[in-house]
């Protein structure tokens, strides 16, 4: 009999209900997680000793929040954890680990990877400046720092997370100086059908707006970012709305439009992608039950699609469930099917979510020629489109060859979205067309040393 080696790579919610599957069915699954302590983005915990209560740091979500801690704290006897491990890279069915300062391999036979999201972020004149964030940067800010971002900030993009962490601030007494939606109200509207499907997520949308307006906090829909104004600190904000500037002061700025999902370690392990319209994005392909394209290698949560907290739940258990069926365990078919059911209704809303928040296609056609895009390497709006008249350049590998995006220390996490954006505008095609970067290890930043040992390892082998 063959031994089964099972790693996940996450601990959010996606993760924690894999290896609760899993675990429950004998097995000791490796648990490899970036964070300190297990919950994911949405679930994230404070360090030990924080006093806030859960119900202040997570709101109407604080008793999902807390089932996913206890979870994860009844698997820990029965689970090899490691939290504060970083995965670099994937090569020959096996993961190089980075954990306090030294890297290790992590071997596996099976491969759950719940990666989850990061921000989408599209840029802007002076969103470089000191003091703005992105809106997940400013609540891990919140949520495991325990402190705001400033003193008076401004919420700008779309997306449900916007109003989310705009209101989680203002309960925990910051002064929210507006919340600014690039979403017009003719998009809820339209979207309002679909939103009926889920009655108490859109009661919870509701709530939080007009307790954000009962409170004093200006929401303002149908907005275009101008300018963020600053040199060593954000001083205001001036955005359009219906043709006309409004200048906010403030010394933060917490932006993103919507989320994306992290699939640097799905591409590095081998799978196959496709175009997903409705996030924007270059996913996994994958089947109902999250199995990749590579054998022995699952994809869930929001690393798979944009779907929520409450779907990762749904796509661990789901995933887990394959893996097991796989390697020729008995599972509960009824429950599978069950998962997917649920899975598939929660994409109806999440659809409806997505014209409530569009994505602002506008954005790439007017962003200022100086406008940087690729912080790292220094490239601009024009430059991009400079290439594409001068080369021809209409894909987004060939535009990283001649121009350096995506090169730098975030290898195109941060700046592919836009660099795509603009990429594909400026030469009349689509983002689909445009294709996707191909991703090199390391997937976030890593001492030099990591990597030649690691490699002097390998060859010494």
Known sequence: MSIVMPVIVGAGPAGVRAAQALVAHGLRPVILDEAPRAGGQIYRQPPPGFQRPKSALYGFEHRKADAVHRAMA??????????????????????DVMQDGVSTAVPYTHLILATGATDRVLPFPGWLTPGVYTLGGSQVALKFQGCAIGSRVVFMGTGPLLYLVAYQ?????????????????????????????APGLLAKGMYTMAWLRAHGVPLH????????HGKDRVSGLTYRQANREHTVPCDAVAYGLALRSETQLASLVG????????????????????RGSVPGVYVAGDGAAIAGADAAELAGERAALALLQDIGQPIDTARARLLETRLAANSRVRSALERAFPFPEDWAATIADDTVICRCEDV???????????????????????????????????????????????????PADVGRLRNQP???PVPVRVVCLERQDKVST
């Open 442 to 444: 390391p997937v976030k």
């Open 271 to 290: 799978c196959e992608f496709e175009f997903n319209a409705r996030d924007r994005n270059w996913t996994p392909r994958r089947d109902t039950a999250g």
């Open 380 to 430: 601009t709006a024009g430059t991009v489109r400079r290439t594409v008249t001068d080369t021809g350049a209409q894909e987004l590998n060939r535009l990283k060859a001649l121009t350096r995006v995506g090169m730098g220390r975030c290898q195109g996490r941060m700046c592919g979205a836009a660099a795509a954006e603009v990429l594909a505008q400026a030469c009349g095609r689509t």
């Open 169 to 197: 601030y203002a309960k925990a007494g910051a002064q929210v100086a507006a919340v600014l939606d690039t979403a017009r109200s003719t998009d809820r509207l339209a979207a309002l059908p679909g939103m009926l499907r």
């Open 74 to 95: 009844a698997l820990q006897p029965h689970a090899d954890y490691r939290p504060g491990s970083l995965v670099w890279n994937v090569e020959g069915k096996t993961l």
């Open 221 to 228: 829909r149908g907005v275009r970012p101008v300018a963020v």
